[in-house]
C-alpha cells in the first residue's frame, strides 16, 4: 500500500499544480494560529508542552486510522495526506525564477533567489553564488529538496501519514519560528536536528549510490556517526562530492549559474527513483505492507 501511494502521490504531484489548500504549509499555519489562540504556544511553554503539540495531530490521525479506518480508506487517507505533505510549489516557483534569470545572465536577480532559499539560521546575504555561509544556490535547492521530498518520504516509509504529518509540521513549525525569532526557535532546531538525523544520511547515502560513490563514500562515513554537524552540512557536502561539475561545466558555470543547480537537481532526482527502488525491494520480501 505505501508503494502504491508513493507511486501515486509522486506521479501526481508532478502533473498537477497544487492549491495552497493541498499544501501543508497552509494547514500548519491554522495550527499555530489555533495554539497561538489558546495560549499554549507562549514563550514560556516548556520543551516538553512544545514537543506534544507537534506531535498531538500525528497521534490523532494514527489512532483514526487504527479505531475508524479500514484499511481501503487507509489507503486513500495516507495517499491525501502524503500528497499534501510532500513538495513545495513556492520552491518551484523560485528555482524556475533563478533558471530564467541565470538564462539571462541577471545575476543581481540570482542573488535574490538564492537568498530566498535561505534555511533556519542562514546568512541572509548572497552574491549569486554562495552565501556567506558557502554554500550556493544549487547546494540550498539540494537541501530544500530533501525536506519536501526525500525525508518526508522515509518518514511516510517508516511510519505512514502520521509520520509524514510529524515531520512536515515540525519542519513547517521551525521555519516560522526561525523566521519571527521566537524563543522556543532553539527548540525547534533541536528537534528538527534529531528528525533529520537517520532520514539525511539515507538520503545521502542514496546519492552517493547514484553519484560519484568512490568520491563521495569517504565523506559520508566521517559524518555517519557524528553528532556535532549539522543536517544541512551532512547532505550538502556529500553530494557536492557526489556531482561534482565537470571541468566544461565549470566553465559554462561561469557565464550560466543554473549549471551546477540543474546537476545537483538530476541527482536528488536520481536519489528518490533509488528510494522508491529499495522501497519496491522491502515490499516484496515483506518487510513493508
Wanted: glycine share 6%; proline share 3%.
Amino acid at each position: 500500500m505505501m508503494l502504491m501511494s508513493l507511486l501515486l502521490v509522486l506521479s501526481l504531484e508532478r502533473l498537477i499544480t497544487k492549491s495552497r489548500y493541498w499544501h501543508v504549509e497552509t494547514y500548519a499555519a491554522m495550527y499555530r494560529r489555533f495554539l497561538n489562540d489558546k495560549g499554549w504556544l507562549k514563550e514560556e511553554s516548556s520543551s516538553a508542552h512544545f514537543y506534544f503539540y507537534l506531535l498531538l495531530p500525528a497521534v490523532l490521525l494514527g489512532l483514526t486510522e487504527y479505531w475508524v479506518l479500514g484499511a481501503f480508506l487507509t489507503f486513500v487517507e495516507q495517499s491525501i495526506v502524503l500528497f499534501i505533505c510532500v513538495g513545495c510549489p513556492a520552491l518551484r516557483a523560485t528555482y524556475k525564477c533563478f533558471l530564467n534569470a541565470a538564462d539571462r545572465g541577471d545575476l543581481q536577480a540570482c542573488s535574490m533567489y538564492t537568498d530566498q532559499l535561505g534555511h533556519c539560521g542562514a546568512s541572509n546575504e548572497s552574491d549569486g553564488t554562495a552565501t556567506a555561509e558557502g554554500k550556493s544556490f544549487g547546494q540550498h535547492l539540494t537541501w530544500l529538496n530533501y525536506q519536501h521530498y526525500a525525508a518526508v518520504m522515509l518518514w511516510f516509509i517508516a511510519f505512514g501519514a502520521p509520520g509524514a504529518v510529524f515531520y512536515s509540521l515540525s519542519r513547517s513549525t521551525t521555519e516560522a519560528l526561525c523566521a519571527e525569532n521566537h524563543p522556543l526557535r532553539d527548540n525547534a532546531i533541536r528537534l528538527m536536528f534529531a528528525l533529520d538525523y537517520v532520514p539525511v544520511r539515507i538520503t545521502s547515502f542514496g546519492m552517493l549510490m547514484m553519484g560519484h560513490f568512490s568520491r563521495a563514500l569517504p565523506e559520508w562515513l566521517k559524518h555517519a556517526l557524528q553528532f556535532d554537524i549539522s543536517a544541512y552540512d551532512v547532505l550538502t557536502q556529500i553530494s557536492s562530492k557526489a556531482e561534482m561539475l565537470t571541468p566544461e561545466e565549470r566553465e559554462q558555470q561561469t557565464k550560466n549559474a543554473a549549471v551546477e543547480p540543474k546537476v545537483l537537481v538530476k541527482l536528488a532526482k536520481r536519489n528518490v527513483i533509488f528510494l522508491l527502488v529499495i522501497t519496491s525491494a522491502l515490499t516484496v520480501i515483506g518487510s513493508l505492507a
